[in-house]
């Protein structure tokens, strides 16, 4: 019997020590077959503005409808109220994450072990973007760490906006492939402007100039004596892809097609995707606008 013990002994050694190799050939393998997976993180209403306004979870079903029929995309619906304990798992298998929810950068350093997960995420050059409030914080504070993984933020004391009753935002590089198909719309729109952005200086990480900082501006609206960009792209030094846009106030923007298919092919864009010369097929219905209350 003993050396029938003996051998199982060594076998045992040997499976212990080839498993952590094992299983990172595996994680390789499955990273390259499995499809990417795209995290939509909203929460309920924002409780503090009016009906049909800050709908984010509302807004993340819809663009999730949007991306539907992606090959080899699977999209992740999450919701992010309460203390999202689930969520550094979620980060950790995902290719790319999407907030729209309120008062992003103070929600994205409210918690070390989310902060880690999404700069792990970017890291390993993983896409990045956000909508709306999910750009801002009132505090300043949090507007260096967001920056550095999503380029630009409407952020601090002094962070501007205005809400317009009719505005066509000007549309800036208009030959990036996220503008594809997207035309100048007049909307209905609270904009977020004056953003703090990433800067060209390590020692100085956060510039009011666009030209000190190295996003790309898409959309642009008239702003006097300071930045008026509202949509923006960043090509990561991490090899990621980071986007944002400080519209979508109103719910009822969705209606327009410019406004889904910019929105859409922003967030393939940062997937490393090719997006259609002509722009991407953004069909929806009226059911697919309503809220729910509304259906």
């Not at 993340?60 to 550094?88: K, M, S, Y």
């Not at 909508?131 to 409407?154: D, M, N, R, S």
Request: glycine content about 8%; aromatic content about 8%.
């Amino acid at each position: 019997m003993m050396p029938i013990l003996r051998q199982l002994s060594v076998v045992t050694v040997l499976m212990l020590v080839a498993t952590p190799l094992s299983l990172a050939f595996a994680d390789d393998a499955e990273a390259q077959s499995r499809p990417q997976r795209l995290l939509l993180i909203g929460q309920g209403p924002d409780g503090s503005h009016k009906p049909t306004t800050h709908e984010y979870f509302a807004g993340v079903n819809l663009l999730a409808r949007l991306l539907r029929g992606q090959p080899t995309l699977e999209v992740i619906v999450v919701n992010a109220d309460g203390d999202w304990r689930d969520g550094p798992q979620l980060l950790a298998r995902a290719d790319a994450a999407v907030l729209f929810v309120s008062e992003g950068a103070k929600w994205l350093s409210a918690d070390a072990a989310r902060l880690t997960a999404f700069r792990d995420l970017a890291k390993r050059g993983g896409g990045l973007g956000a909508l709306h409030w999910a750009t801002g914080t009132k505090a300043a504070e949090p507007i260096a760490p967001y920056v550095q993984l999503f380029g630009a933020c409407h952020g601090g004391p002094d962070r501007r906006f205005k809400e317009f009753e009719e505005i066509t935002p000007q549309l800036v590089n208009a030959e990036h492939p996220i503008l594809r198909g997207v035309r100048p719309v007049a909307v209905r729109e609270e904009f977020y402007f004056a953003l703090k952005m990433t800067s060209r200086d390590a020692a100085a990480p956060v510039t009011l100039s666009e030209k000190d900082s190295p996003i790309t501006t898409l959309l642009r609206i008239p702003a006097d004596a300071t930045s008026g960009t509202v949509a923006w792209c960043w090509e990561r030094p991490d090899s990621g892809r980071s986007f944002g846009f400080t519209g979508l106030h109103f719910h009822d923007n969705w209606k327009h097609e410019s406004y889904r298919r910019f929105i859409a092919q922003a967030v393939l864009w940062t997937l490393k995707r090719d997006i259609p010369k002509t722009g991407l097929p953004v069909p929806v219905t009226d059911r697919d606008l309503s809220l729910p209350d509304a259906k």
